[in-house]
C-alpha cells in the first residue's frame, strides 16, 4: 500500500500516537478499564498497521524479529520473576504485598503495575510476532 | 414458564447453543482445512457468548467503582472469558501456521486430496 | 515463608520461567543443557512434595496471599502428588535424551524452539496437576495443549503436521467442551474453587444445568484422555511426532486426562451424584473395555510400530477409564496405579523406538529384523517392557491389572473380568510379534550397533523401575491406597 500518498501521510502522523495511547491505556489500567493485555493488542496494532503500509523489510528494519522474541519472553519473565521475587521477600506467589514492607496498600500498586507490564509487552511481541511471522514467508516467496 | 418467556428470556443462551452446533457441524464436515478453523472459531465464539450471558445482572452497571452505582454485573466472566479469547487466538494462529506448513509440503488444504498424496 | 512452604507453587513457576530462559539462550545445547536442571529440580520439588503429603497431609497453598476460595489456590493430596511425580519424573528421565534425539527427528528450523515447548508443556501438565481452582486447570490445560501440538508439529515427516493440525482441532473441542461444563457449574454455584463446589453442587445437583455440566465435562476430559472412541488423534499425533515426544506424552498426556476426569468426577461432581445418580459408569465401562479390546486387535494389524504402541495405548486408557467406571475402592486403586505403571511402560516402549529410529530411520515391522543380536540392550528393554505391558507377574502390568481384574469381581461383573483378561491375551500376540520378528529371524548383515547411552540410559532406567515398583509396590499401590480412602471410594 505504499502507493497510497494519502494512507502513507496518515498513517505516518498515526503509527506514534496509536503507540502512545497504548502506553496510556496500560498505565491507566488501574483507574479505568484497560490493562496490559488491552495495551499489548493496540501496541501490536500500532506496528501491524506500519507493516502493512510501508512494506515488511522496513518493519523489520524498526522491529527486528529476534527483539520482537526477546520482549515474548521478557514480559513472561517480568511476571514470572515478580511471584520469584515476591517468594524470596516471604510471601506467597505473586503475594504483592510484601514487594513494600511499610505499606502493603503499595505493594499491591506497585506489584499490578510491574505484572500487567509484563502482559503488555509479552501480548505486543506476541502479537507481533505471530504477523511478522506469517507476512516474513509471503515475502520470501 | 410459559414457552414463549422460555425462548425469549434465553435468547443468549439459545444464540450460544446454535453457535456451537454450527461451529462443530463445519469442522465436521468441511474437508478444507481453513474452513475447519473458522468453524472451531464459530464454536468457540458460541462458549464466549454463553459465559457472557452468564454475568448479565438486570439493571447492572458496568462494574466499575462509582457511587451513583447500586448494582454491578457481575465482572468475573468477562476475566474468564478474556482468557479464553486469548486461547482462542493462540489456538486460530498456530492452526494457521500449521496450515501454511501444510500447504507447503502438500500444496493442498483439502482432506481428501491430502489423504491421497499421503497414499501414493 | 520457608522453602518447603513454598514448593507447591515452584513446582510450576519453575518450569514457566524456564521456558522463557531456554528460548532467550538460542544456542541449542545450552538450551538443553537448562532444560534438563529444570526438569530434575522439578522432579526433586514434586518428591519431596508427595513425601510431605504422605507425611502431614494434603497442603494448601494459595496465590497472592488470597482467601482459598477468592484466589486460585494449589491443593495436594496423595493422588495429584502421585501425577505429579510421574509427569515430572517422566520429564527428568527424558529430557537429557533430548540432546541428540532432536536431531535425527525434529525438523531443523524448529530445534531452536524445542526445549522451550518441552517445559511449556511440563508446566502446563504440572499446572493441570496441582491447581485446585477449576478455571485454572482450564488454562493450564490449554498452555499445555498448545505445547503439545507445536510438538507434535516438530516431527520430521510431513504427515507430522497434519497429525498436528487435527489433534489441535479435536483438543480444542474436547477443552472447549470442558470450558463450557466448567461455566455451568459456575452458573449454578457461583464459585470456581473446586473444594467450594464440591460443597454446594449438591445443593443444585438436581437441575438441568448441573446434569449437563458433568456431560459436557465428561465428553471433554474422555477426549483429552483419548478414551475410545474419542481416540482418533491419537494414533496419527504419537505415530508422527519426534520418539521422544511420543514418549513424553505417551506417559503423560493421556494419564492427565485421566487424571482430570478422576479429579472432577470425584472431587467436584462427587462419586455419589456422577455414579450413583447419573450412573456415568454405564458410559466409562463398556466404552473403556470396548476400547481395551479394539485397541488391542487393531494394535496387532499394525506395520509401523509406533501406531501399535499408540492403539496400544488406546486399550490401556480403555483399561482406566472401565476402573473409574467400576467406582469401588478397588476400581479407583487400579486406576491410579495403572495411570502411573503404564507412563512407566509407554515411556519405556517410546524410547525403544527413539532407539531403533536413532539406528534405522524408521520403526516398521521390517527395521526390527534381527534387532535383538544388533541391538541387543534396546531390544531387552522392549521386552521387559512389553511383558510389563501385558501383565506378567513382577511387572508393574500385573499390579493393575491384578486391581482392575479384582475390582471387577467386586462389581459382581465377573464376564468383564474375563474380558479384561481376554484384552491383556491380545498383548501377548503383538508383543510376540515383534519379539519374533527381532530374535528369531536372520539378520540383515552388519554388526552390533546399539543406540547411543544417551537414550538407551533412559529406557533401562524405565524399564528397571517396571520391575522395581512391580516387586515392591508401596510406592504405587500404597499412595493410591491413601489417594483412593481420600476422594471417597464407592458411592
Known amino acids: 500500500m505504499?502507493?497510497?500518498?494519502?494512507?502513507r501521510v496518515v498513517v505516518k502522523i498515526m503509527v506514534p500516537f496509536i503507540l502512545l495511547f497504548a502506553l496510556y491505556v496500560q498505565m491507566h489500567g488501574d483507574y479505568g478499564p484497560g490493562g496490559g493485555f488491552q495495551a499489548g493488542v493496540i501496541f501490536a496494532t500500532g506496528i501491524i498497521v506500519y507493516t502493512i503500509v510501508f512494506g515488511i523489510r522496513r518493519a523489520v528494519e524498526a522491529v527486528p524479529m529476534s527483539a520482537v522474541m526477546a520482549m515474548v519472553c521478557c514480559g513472561l519473565i517480568l511476571y514470572a520473576g515478580t511471584g520469584f521475587a515476591t517468594m524470596a521477600l516471604g510471601g506467597e506467589y505473586l503475594n504483592y504485598s510484601v514487594l513494600d514492607s511499610a505499606d502493603p496498600v503499595h505493594g499491591q500498586h506497585a506489584g499490578i503495575i510491574i505484572i500487567e507490564l509484563g502482559v503488555g509487552i509479552t501480548v505486543a511481541g506476541v502479537l507481533t510476532a505471530v504477523f511478522l511471522v506469517f507476512a516474513e514467508r509471503r515475502a520470501r516467496r | 414458564m410459559n414457552p414463549v418467556d422460555f425462548v425469549i428470556g434465553h435468547a443468549l443462551q439459545w444464540g450460544s447453543v446454535a453457535l456451537l452446533m454450527i461451529g462443530l457441524y463445519i469442522v465436521?464436515?468441511?474437508?478444507?482445512?481453513?474452513?475447519?478453523?473458522?468453524?472451531?472459531?464459530?464454536?468457540?465464539?458460541?462458549?464466549?457468548?454463553?459465559?457472557?450471558?452468564?454475568s448479565n445482572v438486570?439493571?447492572?452497571?458496568?462494574?466499575?467503582?462509582?457511587?451513583?452505582?447500586?448494582?454491578?454485573?457481575?465482572?468475573?466472566?468477562?476475566?474468564?472469558?478474556?482468557?479464553?479469547?486469548?486461547?482462542?487466538?493462540?489456538?486460530?494462529?498456530?492452526?494457521?501456521?500449521?496450515?501454511?506448513?501444510?500447504?507447503?509440503?502438500?500444496?493442498?488444504?483439502?482432506?481428501?486430496?491430502?489423504?491421497?498424496?499421503?497414499?501414493? | 515463608?520457608?522453602?518447603?512452604?513454598?514448593?507447591?507453587?515452584?513446582?510450576?513457576?519453575?518450569?514457566?520461567?524456564?521456558?522463557?530462559?531456554?528460548?532467550?539462550?538460542?544456542?541449542?545445547?545450552?538450551?538443553?543443557?537448562?532444560?534438563?536442571?529444570?526438569?530434575?529440580?522439578?522432579?526433586?520439588?514434586?518428591?519431596?512434595?508427595?513425601?510431605?503429603?504422605?507425611?502431614?497431609?494434603?497442603?494448601?497453598?494459595?496465590?497472592?496471599?488470597?482467601?482459598?476460595?477468592?484466589?486460585?489456590?494449589?491443593?495436594?493430596?496423595p493422588l495429584n502428588a502421585l501425577v505429579l511425580v510421574l509427569v515430572s519424573g517422566m520429564a527428568a528421565i527424558i529430557m537429557p535424551a533430548t540432546r541428540i534425539g532432536i536431531n535425527v527427528e525434529v525438523v531443523h528450523r524448529a530445534r531452536h524452539l524445542f526445549h522451550t515447548m518441552a517445559l511449556l508443556a511440563l508446566a502446563g501438565m504440572l499446572g493441570i496437576a496441582i491447581t485446585g481452582d477449576i478455571f485454572n486447570l482450564y488454562v493450564f490445560l490449554e498452555i499445555s495443549s498448545l505445547a503439545s501440538y507445536a510438538l507434535v508439529a516438530m516431527g520430521i515427516d510431513r504427515r507430522a503436521t497434519r497429525a498436528a493440525f487435527h489433534y489441535l482441532v479435536q483438543g480444542t473441542i474436547g477443552a472447549t467442551f470442558i470450558l463450557v461444563g466448567i461455566g455451568l457449574a459456575y452458573m449454578m454455584?457461583?464459585?470456581?474453587?473446586?473444594?467450594?463446589?464440591?460443597?454446594?453442587?449438591?445443593?443444585?445437583?438436581?437441575?438441568?444445568?448441573?446434569?449437563?455440566?458433568?456431560?459436557?465435562?465428561?465428553?471433554?476430559?474422555?477426549?483429552?484422555?483419548?478414551?475410545?472412541?474419542?481416540h482418533s488423534w491419537m494414533p496419527n499425533a504419537y505415530t508422527y511426532a519426534p520418539s521422544l515426544v511420543s514418549a513424553f506424552f505417551g506417559a503423560t498426556a493421556t494419564k492427565i486426562g485421566a487424571y482430570m476426569l478422576l479429579r472432577l468426577v470425584y472431587s467436584v461432581?462427587?462419586?455419589?451424584?456422577?455414579?450413583?445418580?447419573?450412573?456415568?459408569?454405564?458410559?466409562?465401562?463398556?466404552?473403556?473395555?470396548?476400547?481395551?479390546?479394539?485397541?488391542?486387535?487393531?494394535?496387532?494389524?499394525?506395520?509401523?510400530?509406533?501406531?501399535?504402541?499408540?492403539?496400544?495405548?488406546?486399550?490401556?486408557?480403555?483399561?482406566?477409564?472401565?476402573?473409574i467406571g467400576f467406582a469401588n475402592h478397588d476400581g479407583l486403586i487400579a486406576a491410579i496405579v495403572h495411570v502411573f505403571n503404564h507412563g512407566l511402560m509407554k515411556g519405556a516402549l517410546f524410547l525403544v523406538m527413539a532407539c531403533v529410529i536413532m539406528r534405522l530411520g524408521k520403526a516398521d515391522m521390517e527395521s526390527f529384523r534381527g534387532l535383538g543380536r544388533r541391538m541387543p540392550l534396546t531390544m531387552g528393554c522392549f521386552v521387559v517392557a512389553g511383558l510389563s505391558m501385558i501383565g506378567v507377574p513382577a511387572t508393574v502390568g500385573f499390579i493393575s491389572k491384578w486391581y482392575l481384574v479384582s475390582s471387577a469381581l467386586d462389581a459382581g461383573l465377573w464376564p468383564l473380568a474375563l474380558v479384561i483378561v481376554g484384552a491383556s491375551l491380545i498383548a501377548v500376540i503383538y508383543i510376540w510379534r515383534v519379539v519374533d520378528v527381532a530374535y528369531f529371524t536372520d539378520?540383515?548383515?552388519?554388526?552390533?550397533?546399539?543406540?547411543?547411552?544417551?537414550?538407551?540410559?533412559?529406557?533401562v532406567v524405565l524399564c528397571a523401575l517396571c520391575i522395581v515398583l512391580g516387586v515392591t509396590t508401596d510406592l504405587t499401590v500404597g499412595v493410591a491406597n491413601t489417594a483412593a480412602r481420600l476422594l471417597g471410594g464407592a458411592p
Request: net charge negative.
Open chain 3, 189 to 230: 454455584t457461583g464459585t470456581l474453587n473446586m473444594a467450594d463446589m464440591a460443597a454446594r453442587l449438591p445443593g443444585v445437583s438436581h437441575t438441568a444445568p448441573v446434569q449437563a455440566a458433568l456431560a459436557f465435562v465428561l465428553i471433554g476430559t474422555a477426549i483429552k484422555a483419548a478414551i475410545f472412541p474419542a
Open chain 3, 443 to 459: 539378520p540383515p548383515p552388519g554388526a552390533r550397533d546399539e543406540a547411543p547411552a544417551m537414550l538407551v540410559i533412559p529406557a
Open chain 3, 269 to 323: 461432581f462427587g462419586a455419589d451424584y456422577a455414579f450413583g445418580e447419573m450412573k456415568i459408569g454405564w458410559v466409562l465401562v463398556p466404552l473403556g473395555l470396548a476400547g481395551a479390546v479394539a485397541g488391542s486387535i487393531v494394535a496387532v494389524w499394525q506395520h509401523d510400530l509406533r501406531r501399535m504402541l499408540a492403539y496400544s495405548s488406546v486399550a490401556q486408557v480403555g483399561y482406566i477409564a472401565a476402573a
Open chain 2, 28 to 54: 465436521m464436515t468441511r474437508g478444507n482445512l481453513i474452513k475447519k478453523v473458522a468453524g472451531l472459531n464459530i464454536f468457540q465464539g458460541g462458549v464466549f457468548l454463553f459465559y457472557i450471558s452468564l
Open chain 3, 1 to 77: 515463608m520457608s522453602l518447603l512452604q513454598q514448593l507447591p507453587a515452584l513446582q510450576v513457576a519453575v518450569p514457566l520461567i524456564g521456558a522463557p530462559l531456554c528460548a532467550l539462550m538460542g544456542r541449542p545445547r545450552l538450551a538443553w543443557m537448562f532444560a534438563v536442571v529444570v526438569a530434575w529440580i522439578t522432579f526433586a520439588i514434586s518428591v519431596a512434595l508427595l513425601e510431605h503429603v504422605l507425611d502431614a497431609g494434603p497442603i494448601h497453598y494459595t496465590m497472592g496471599g488470597w482467601p482459598e476460595i477468592l484466589g486460585i489456590a494449589y491443593v495436594i493430596d
Open chain 1, 2 to 7: 505504499n502507493e497510497f500518498i494519502l494512507v
Open chain 2, 58 to 120: 438486570r439493571d447492572g452497571t458496568a462494574p466499575i467503582v462509582h457511587e451513583d452505582a447500586v448494582l454491578y454485573t457481575n465482572p468475573l466472566p468477562h476475566v474468564l472469558i478474556l482468557t479464553a479469547i486469548v486461547v482462542a487466538v493462540a489456538t486460530t494462529s498456530l492452526a494457521l501456521a500449521l496450515i501454511v506448513r501444510i500447504r507447503e509440503s502438500y500444496s493442498s488444504i483439502e482432506e481428501d486430496e491430502m489423504a491421497k498424496a499421503d497414499l501414493d
